[in-house]
C-alpha cells in the first residue's frame, strides 16, 4: 500500500513538473511575440464561466460593441459575476433591514440576481445593436467620401489617410477604425491582414465584402466606383428599412398607450351611466 502510494505522488509530482514547464513555455512564447506586457486573465470555473455557443456570442457582440480586446469574454464574465454577487447581497442586506433576516426572503434574492445575469448579456445585445446602427448609418456617407476622393486622382492608402485625419466629424465612427487601420499599416502589418481586422473591428454586415472588394483593388487592379455605388445603395436602402422599421414600432407603441390611458377612461365614460343605472334599479327593486 505504501509502494502504491508513492508511485501515486511521484506520477503527480511529474505531472505537475510537466505543467509547469508548459506554462513556462507559453510564457516565453508570448514574450516573443511582443505579449508579454499582458498578463493572462483568469478564467471563472467551467460552470459559472459562458462557454460553446454562448461564449461565441457574448465574443461577438462584445466585438460589435466596441470591445476590441481578445481578453473581453473573460472580463464580461468576470464583471456579470461580480455584479450577479453584488445584487445578492445588496438584497440580502435590504432584506435584513427590512424583514430581519438575511434569507427572509429567498425568492426576492434568487429573482434579483437572476435578472442581473441575464440583464448583463441583454445590456451588451443593446449596446452592440446601437453601435452597429450607428456604423450602418454612416456607411453611406463613409463610401461617398471614398468615391470622390478616388475620382479625384487620389489612391486608395492616401483615402483612408484623409479619411483617418480630416473626417472625424462627418464619419466618426468610422474615422475612429479607419485610424486604426492606418496604424496597423504604420506598424508594417500587411494590407490583407489589416483590411482584416478592419472588417472584424467593423463587425457589421458587409464589412468583410468591403474588405475583400479593397483587397481586388488594391493587388488586382480591380475598379473601385461601380462597387462602391452598389455598395452605397445597399446601405441606403438598410438605412430606409430601418426608419420604416422605426416608423412601425413607433405605432405599435402608440396603441399601446391607447390601450392603457385611453381605453379605460373611454370605458368609464361609456359604461359608468348604464351600470349606474342597472344599480339604481336593482335598489328601487329590493326596495
Same mark, same amino acid.
Given at each position: 500500500? +505504501?509502494?502504491?502510494?508513492?508511485?501515486?505522488?511521484? @506520477?503527480?509530482?511529474?505531472?505537475?513538473? !510537466? +505543467?509547469?514547464?508548459?506554462?513556462?513555455?507559453?510564457?516565453?512564447? =508570448?514574450?516573443?511575440?511582443?505579449?508579454?506586457? =499582458?498578463?493572462?486573465?483568469?478564467?471563472?470555473?467551467?460552470?459559472? $464561466?459562458?462557454?460553446?455557443?454562448?461564449?461565441?456570442?457574448?465574443?461577438?457582440?462584445?466585438?460589435?460593441?466596441?470591445?476590441?480586446?481578445?481578453?473581453?469574454?473573460?472580463?464580461? $464574465?468576470?464583471?456579470?459575476?461580480?455584479?450577479?454577487?453584488?445584487?445578492?447581497?445588496? %438584497?440580502?442586506?435590504?432584506?435584513? !433591514?427590512?424583514?430581519?433576516?438575511? @434569507?427572509?426572503?429567498?425568492?426576492?434574492?434568487?429573482?434579483?440576481?437572476?435578472?442581473?445575469?441575464?440583464?448583463?448579456?441583454?445590456?451588451?445585445?443593446?449596446?452592440? !445593436?446601437?453601435?452597429?446602427?450607428?456604423?450602418?448609418?454612416?456607411?453611406?456617407? @463613409?463610401?461617398? @467620401?471614398?468615391?470622390?476622393?478616388?475620382?479625384?486622382?487620389?489612391?486608395?492608402?492616401?483615402?483612408?489617410?484623409?479619411?483617418?485625419?480630416?473626417?472625424?466629424?462627418?464619419?466618426?465612427?468610422?474615422?475612429?477604425?479607419?485610424?486604426?487601420?492606418?496604424?496597423?499599416?504604420?506598424?508594417?502589418?500587411?494590407?490583407?491582414?489589416?483590411?482584416?481586422?478592419?472588417?472584424?473591428?467593423?463587425?457589421?454586415?458587409?464589412?468583410?465584402?468591403?474588405?475583400?472588394?479593397?483587397?481586388?483593388?488594391?493587388?488586382?487592379?480591380? =475598379?473601385?466606383?461601380?462597387?462602391?455605388?452598389?455598395?452605397?445603395? =445597399?446601405?441606403?436602402?438598410?438605412? %430606409?428599412?430601418?426608419?420604416?422599421? $422605426?416608423?412601425?414600432?413607433?405605432?405599435?407603441?402608440?396603441?399601446?398607450?391607447?390601450?392603457?390611458?385611453?381605453?379605460?377612461?373611454?370605458? %368609464?365614460?361609456?359604461? +359608468?351611466?348604464?351600470?349606474? $343605472?342597472?344599480?339604481?334599479?336593482?335598489?328601487?327593486?329590493?326596495?
Amino acid at each position: 500500500m +505504501g509502494a502504491l502510494f508513492l508511485v501515486c505522488a511521484a @506520477l503527480g509530482v511529474a505531472c505537475a513538473f !510537466a +505543467g509547469v514547464r508548459m506554462w513556462l513555455a507559453d510564457g516565453r512564447l =508570448e514574450a516573443r511575440l511582443g505579449m508579454a506586457g =499582458e498578463r493572462p486573465a483568469l478564467r471563472l470555473p467551467l460552470a459559472l $464561466a459562458a462557454r460553446g455557443r454562448d461564449r461565441s456570442e457574448i465574443a461577438g457582440k462584445l466585438m460589435l460593441a466596441g470591445f476590441q480586446d481578445a481578453k473581453a469574454a473573460d472580463r464580461f $464574465a468576470w464583471a456579470r459575476m461580480a455584479a450577479t454577487v453584488g445584487v445578492a447581497l445588496a %438584497v440580502m442586506l435590504v432584506s435584513r !433591514a427590512l424583514w430581519g433576516g438575511f @434569507l427572509a426572503q429567498p425568492l426576492l434574492i434568487v429573482i434579483a440576481t437572476g435578472l442581473t445575469y441575464v440583464g448583463a448579456k441583454q445590456a451588451i445585445l443593446l449596446l452592440a !445593436a446601437r453601435r452597429a446602427r450607428a456604423i450602418t448609418a454612416e456607411f453611406p456617407f @463613409l463610401l461617398d @467620401l471614398m468615391l470622390m476622393m478616388l475620382e479625384s486622382g487620389i489612391s486608395l492608402d492616401q483615402c483612408f489617410r484623409s479619411i483617418a485625419r480630416d473626417e472625424g466629424v462627418a464619419v466618426p465612427q468610422h474615422a475612429r477604425l479607419i485610424a486604426m487601420l492606418v496604424a496597423d499599416l504604420d506598424r508594417g502589418m500587411r494590407y490583407d491582414l489589416a483590411l482584416d481586422r478592419w472588417a472584424a473591428r467593423v463587425a457589421v454586415s458587409g464589412a468583410k465584402e468591403l474588405a475583400a472588394l479593397f483587397r481586388q483593388a488594391l493587388f488586382q487592379g480591380v =475598379e473601385l466606383a461601380p462597387a462602391l455605388r452598389e455598395f452605397v445603395r =445597399e446601405f441606403t436602402q438598410r438605412r %430606409v428599412m430601418r426608419a420604416r422599421e $422605426a416608423m412601425g414600432g413607433i405605432t405599435v407603441r402608440m396603441v399601446v398607450l391607447m390601450i392603457l390611458f385611453f381605453m379605460p377612461a373611454l370605458f %368609464v365614460v361609456l359604461g +359608468g351611466p348604464p351600470i349606474v $343605472a342597472i344599480f339604481d334599479t336593482l335598489r328601487g327593486v329590493s326596495q
